[in-house]
């Protein structure tokens, strides 16, 4: 267990890292002034988000989906001004699946963005995922007994029985689970990606973030449908934690131009974000049973109280 965490800290601060060079790479492409404010923002991403409460507490498939899926981002943005980055979006991909099967769902949005927008690499870009797909099929049928199977789907577990809308009101609104009392700024994404699939006119980097956007919106949809939108007992919103780095880019292109007055907001949300994530790692062990959904109880401070599980 004490290795587990240590890797998966390892991991996480890798994907802290290449977030903030992504950040970089929005800066220079939206032409965003350079200043010190890139670095609270990496501060809040870091530890004000289930980054910190959930991918870097153990090996959960979060961790490796988080460090995956950033990479890929980043490839996705220096592709803009060479190619060559296209092939390597097909490695990470071809891993990406190995994480977790729903990836797929990001994994073949990507492939049809690389087969329109570099048609000319899209066969490397296949042949660079094809050993991972090669691998997945014989483990499948060692493991599984089928090549096209997986251990969900032998166990029976993939029900998409919640109620769309039940699970939708959770994940948008429950005190528990949501962006909006959990991590305040990462609220404002859906507002930024509203505006990215509403962009007629888009640039290279306008179509990423139209992916992007696409892509977050069909997994939330599909995550809310599931038998266990609340993500069992893991705090916050646990099955959104790989795809923070998606809606932190839409909250970072959202506030970024914006005035001094925004980012005091953000700075006291950013407060609020930490203390939510401190308390869920140091006294809730990152845990917040399904009983208190619609609740505070699992953002109720327990730095002066005794611990309770």
């Given at each position: ?80 001004n060479n190619d060559k980055?296209?092939k390597w979006m097909g ?63 032998v166990k029976g577990n ?152």
């Open positions: 267990m004490v290795l587990g965490r240590v890797a998966a800290s390892f991991y996480t601060a890798i994907s802290v890292t290449i977030f903030y060079l992504i950040l970089r790479e929005i800066d220079e492409l939206k032409k965003f002034r350079s200043d010190r404010w890139i670095y609270l923002f990496i501060f809040f991403y870091a530890f004000g988000t289930n980054i910190y409460s959930i991918a870097s507490r153990s090996l959960w498939q979060h961790t490796s989906s988080l460090l995956l899926i950033s990479v890929i981002i980043f490839f996705m943005l220096k592709s803009i980055y296209v490695f990470f991909a071809g891993l990406l699946y190995l994480s977790r099967p729903l990836n797929i769902i990001f994994i073949f949005i990507l492939s049809v963005y690389v087969f329109i927008k570099y048609k000319k690499y899209f066969l490397q870009y296949i042949l660079y995922a094809l050993p991972f797909i090669i691998f997945l099929i014989v483990y499948n049928t060692y493991a599984w007994g089928e090549p096209f199977t997986s251990e969900y789907v993939t029900q998409f029985s919640t109620p769309i809308l039940e699970g939708l009101a959770g994940n948008l609104f429950s005190p528990a689970r949501s962006f909006i009392f959990i991590s305040p700024p990462l609220a404002i994404s859906f507002y930024g990606m509203f505006l990215a699939l509403k962009k007629k006119k888009k640039d290279k980097l306008d179509a990423i973030s139209f992916i992007l956007a696409i892509t977050f919106i069909i997994i939330f949809f599909v995550y809310s449908k599931w038998w266990c939108w609340y993500g069992a007992d893991r705090f916050g919103y646990g099955f959104f934690t790989e795809w923070v780095p998606l809606v932190s880019i839409f909250t970072y292109i959202i506030i970024k131009p914006k005035g001094n007055f925004i980012k005091i907001l953000f700075t006291l949300s950013l407060i609020w974000s930490v203390h939510a994530q401190f308390n869920a790692v140091w006294y809730r062990k990152s845990r917040c049973g399904p009983d208190h959904n619609w609740s505070f109880y699992c953002l109720k401070p327990l730095i002066f109280s005794k611990q309770e599980y």
